[in-house]
């Protein structure tokens, strides 16, 4: 009676851990909602939730590469080089077409996904050495490529920024389908399973004889076709090519929506939906301090702390 009595308490604990990881991000999107109804003025307003759902686009489209990326066992630190790099590719193709300008954006960051992947399975550089060296380098030739701002004045990137659909921001609307398609990808398909098998255990799954070069290359080049989609996104929004700060600590939202959103730092499983709610809370929990005036260093220490809580709790009940 006496050992069941003390097992209960930490089986009590273990419950409320495993329940915080899966539901938490939920109950934070939920609170921080509360709070601004009840404190912020004008929230409820329609034009204020169109604004915080177009901002939140660009966080979780890269949230979504980044979640692969972990759900590999691996990390992309160069998420924010990639969308740097490719809004300099976009201001410099645009004379040839905007649809050209895309493609060689997105392009663009397929080729520096593709480098991340081959250090990573063909080197067996890790992945967060790798990703580094790729994040110093895509920012360095971006700013080489266009060394300033640079206005994007074209009336088809203007559409793609501030354009609807049925009242829907087209990059909300992309946003809600690239989040369909990898939770269709990770879920129902073939290379899906071979990812969370790799990131469960690489070496169980070269024994098995999955293609795991060649999954883990394909993983970061997602990640660097994602992130240059949120590049330009954000490119098309901003009517401007800024190498020099856009995409700056992107990779530190990005992570924190997806270990936030239950993703767990050791792979081998990937939570697309909470990984959307994990961005919606990154950009409820940055809009909250701004319109309380509070400084924008708030924000990176309030994500710092969001993540150390999200980590504890994962560690915490992988002990059990």
Do not use: C
């Not at 793609?160 to 909300?172: E, H, K, M």
């Not at 708030?298 to 702390?305: D, E, F, P, Y």
């Amino acid at each position: 009676m006496t050992d069941l009595a003390l097992g209960r308490p930490a089986a009590d604990r273990d419950h409320v851990l495993r329940l915080l990881q899966t539901y938490g991000v939920y109950l934070g999107v939920a609170v921080l909602l509360l709070v601004n109804i009840l404190f912020t003025p004008h929230f409820l307003s329609g034009e204020n939730f169109r604004t915080q759902a177009v901002q939140v686009a660009p966080v979780l489209i890269v949230a979504l590469g980044m979640a692969l990326a972990i759900g590999s066992e691996g990390v992309d630190l160069s998420v924010g080089s990639v969308m740097a790099l490719s809004t300099s590719l976009i201001s410099l193709y645009l004379g040839y077409g905007v649809w050209v300008a895309l493609v060689v954006a997105v392009l663009g960051g397929m080729a520096v996904g593709a480098a991340n992947g081959s250090l990573v399975a063909f080197i067996g550089v890790q992945p967060i050495v790798a990703t580094l060296a790729l994040m110093v380098a895509g920012r360095g030739l971006a700013l080489v490529l266009l060394p300033q701002l640079k206005d994007v004045r074209d009336p088809n990137m203007a559409s793609l920024g501030s354009g609807a659909l049925l009242g829907i921001p087209y990059p909300v609307l992309i946003a809600a389908a690239l989040a369909l398609l990898v939770a269709f990808v990770v879920r129902r398909t073939t290379f899906g399973r071979q990812l969370l098998a790799i990131g469960d255990s690489r070496p169980a799954a070269q024994l098995a004889g999955l293609p795991v070069r060649r999954v883990l290359v394909l993983v970061y080049v997602a990640s660097g076709a994602l992130a240059a989609i949120a590049g330009l996104l954000a490119t098309a929004r901003l009517s401007a090519s800024d190498p020099t700060s856009l995409g700056n600590l992107m990779e530190l939202s990005a992570i924190t929506a997806v270990v936030v959103g239950g993703t767990p730092l050791s792979g081998g499983r990937v939570r697309i939906g909470g990984t959307v709610a994990g961005a919606v809370l990154i950009q409820l929990l940055t809009a909250t301090l701004i319109k309380h005036d509070l400084p924008p260093s708030w924000t990176q220490i309030a994500q710092a702390v969001v993540i150390v809580l999200a980590v504890y709790a994962a560690r915490e009940r992988s002990k059990r």
